[in-house]
């Protein structure tokens, strides 16, 4: 334990210390970061075996919020956006998890890919509200009542976002090990036995489903102040495609593998942007499919084996 | 709203629910068989569009028969289902079967992502307009307004005979037997001699003919832009859930009720256009959830 506890600290401090290195690093991280957190909710869902193709629908909703009350508010005070956006976003998860926590597989995917493409072309056309296209920006916001320069307010972003991830990093991990958690799990492996053991395999679910919303509206708020915008983009499917691609890569076994695979994926991203241009999409898929079929478990996956590896041998040494 | 207006709806409708039935019925054939939804079925939709704006445009340049526009779309369309069809089904799928859902569909939806990728690299992002095989087949009056036979006649034309050319298949002939054998039970097909992987692929070509056909056809009628495949997966996908995944007759219903849906919001409340689809589906899926025309599956334990 006190090892898992030292590896937080050393990471934690590397993060905060990594933008002293190069001015980019640190707009490159916190969207990398906040990109994790949208990937830890759709890690949630896949401990009960369920892909969601949609759930950037939860990540726009997070910046649009964000959005609005900044339009609404001349930029609006940081902690309560942060909580008011991820509470609206809760609201909204609960409402299409009522709906879509019914279905497994492939209608589970499906259907959130139905409303997140729905919600994509409701930001489009209704142009006068949402800006269509273009998005709305969102304003620096001001933090606990203290109006900060551009500067320092994107080092209290940075600060902010990683103290989010490892607050809800070590969150879900509890919640994941917690009978709820393991009740999710065994949605995977047998639902019909969990149904006759008297649990609610909808309920786990859309508890699941409604942590999966908070989550990703996180990533999206963040995104939003980090980039001072929020446009329909956010709920694109493609973006989907990106958080159930990463969360494949980095690994479905472990909380870590959310953010892991987020920081390798949007470093991949940076030198494949540049080699192939026009063709980072067909990189992507390519990648998946290789994942898929030769490493399903993702980085996480092997890191555990490998742990577990070496744990054997010195039972093994022990003996 | 006038009777005008209402007919004009209504002929809409119908072309649109052929269109989108010669997709759907093509993913929910792979679907009854292979147990694999094919998220790239909108791709291939794509596909189908472009190889045959390619063609027709080809025709013109060289100075051929306009007329030559109608097999040219048909030989987009199969030529589209072959290649892809055959490759998507042997290089990927036949590794993947075994897998567990999730993966599979992640698999489908990967071959999406690079489909989509290739298609935007080989036509770029400028939109397509073939208007010719419309024009050709001139319009026909009814109440005073004109319509293009293309869309009032040819494409609901096409439809049914895909329909009761399907039926025929799958009911009359050996090989639409053996194609029922295999879906029935997989298994005891293969006990008796069936070769399973052979079905799958000629299956997945027919499918994906099918989506590339729909494509073809709808070309002429509309201009041809990135993301047009995406916006079909879904719909067909709600056409198909709707009516029940594997069900045939059920998606042609289905469709006409949701392109019927869809043309009449355009006239009624064109905001909600986009949205029809999916009400219809979720009105649907709520009452139930297995779809309209499916028996549900007994659970297992």
């Not at chain 1, 990189?283 to 742990?307: C, H, P, Q, Y």
């Not at chain 2, 490759?87 to 569909?105: F, H, P, V």
Request: with cysteine.
């Amino acid at each position: 334990m006190p090892w898992r506890a030292i590896l937080i600290i050393v990471s934690a401090l590397c993060l905060l210390a990594a933008p002293f290195a190069a001015g980019w690093v640190q707009s490159f991280l916190v969207l990398a970061i906040a990109k994790g957190l949208a990937v830890l909710g759709i890690v949630v869902l896949l401990q009960a075996g369920q892909v969601s193709f949609g759930h950037a629908i939860f990540f726009a909703i997070g910046a649009y919020a964000t959005a609005f009350i900044s339009r609404a508010m001349a930029g609006g005070e940081l902690v309560s956006l942060l909580i008011v956006s991820a509470l609206i976003a809760g609201l909204v998860g609960l409402v299409i998890g009522l709906f879509v926590v019914r279905y497994r597989y492939i209608f589970f995917s499906m259907l959130n890919l139905a409303f997140s493409m729905v919600f994509y072309s409701i930001l489009e056309k209704f142009f006068h509200l949402t800006g269509g296209s273009d998005g709305i920006r969102v304003l620096r916001p001001s933090v606990l009542g203290v109006v900060l320069e551009r500067e320092s307010f994107e080092r209290l972003l940075y600060v902010v976002t990683i103290l989010c991830a490892i607050g809800f990093g070590l969150l879900v991990d509890r919640y994941l090990k917690s009978p709820l958690g393991q009740a999710l799990r065994a949605i995977k492996s047998n639902e019909t036995r969990l149904e006759y053991i008297g649990v609610s395999a909808r309920r786990v679910l859309l508890v699941a489903y409604v942590v999966s919303a908070v989550l990703c509206s996180l990533g999206g708020v963040i995104t939003a102040l980090a980039q001072g915008l929020a446009t329909p983009e956010y709920a694109f499917w493609i973006r989907s495609g990106e958080f159930v691609f990463i969360a494949i890569l980095g690994g479905a076994s472990h909380v870590a593998g959310a953010f892991v695979g987020a920081l390798a994926f949007e470093g991949i991203r940076n030198f494949a942007a540049i080699l192939f241009a026009d063709g980072w999409q067909m990189v992507l898929g390519l990648m998946l499919i290789g994942v898929v079929l030769f490493a399903s478990e993702g980085i996480a996956g092997l890191w555990v084996k490998l742990t577990a590896k070496t744990a054997a041998q010195k039972s093994e040494a022990a003996q | 709203m006038s009777a005008q207006t209402l007919a004009l709806a209504f002929f809409d409708g119908v072309a649109y629910a052929a269109l989108v039935f010669l997709v759907a019925v093509g993913l929910t054939l792979i679907f009854g068989v292979m147990r694999i939804l094919n998220v790239a079925h909108g791709s291939l939709y794509a596909f189908g569009a472009y190889a045959s704006v390619s063609l027709v445009t080809g025709i013109g340049l060289m100075g051929w028969s306009p007329w030559l526009a109608y097999p040219a779309l048909a030989i987009a369309a199969a030529l589209v289902g072959i290649v892809l069809g055959t490759a998507i089904e042997t290089l990927l799928l036949q590794r993947i079967y075994a897998k567990e859902e999730a993966l599979q569909l992640l698999v489908t939806f990967a071959v999406f992502m690079v489909l989509e990728n290739v298609q935007r690299l080989i036509w770029g992002v400028q939109p397509y307009f073939i208007g010719e095989p419309v024009q050709l087949l001139g319009n026909i009056s009814l109440g005073g307004i004109e319509y293009t036979a293309y869309q009032t006649l040819l494409l609901p034309l096409i439809a049914i005979l895909v329909l009761f050319g399907l039926r025929l298949f799958l009911k009359g002939t050996l090989a639409g037997q053996i194609i029922l054998a295999v879906t029935e039970d997989r298994e005891a097909a293969t006990a008796i001699g069936i070769n399973a992987k052979k079905v799958f692929l000629i299956t997945f070509i027919i499918g994906a003919s099918l989506a590339a056909l729909g494509g073809a056809l709808a070309a002429p009628t509309t201009s041809i832009l990135p993301g047009m495949g995406t916006d079909m997966i879904v719909l067909s996908f709600a056409v198909a859930a709707t009516a029940g995944l594997g069900q045939i007759e059920g998606a042609a219903l289905t469709a006409l009720l949701i392109g019927l849906g869809r043309s009449f919001a355009v006239y009624l409340a064109p905001e909600f256009e986009v949205l029809t689809p999916y009400l219809i589906m979720v009105l649907v899926l709520l009452v139930r959830p297995q779809g309209l025309f499916a028996r549900p599956e007994a659970r297992r334990i």
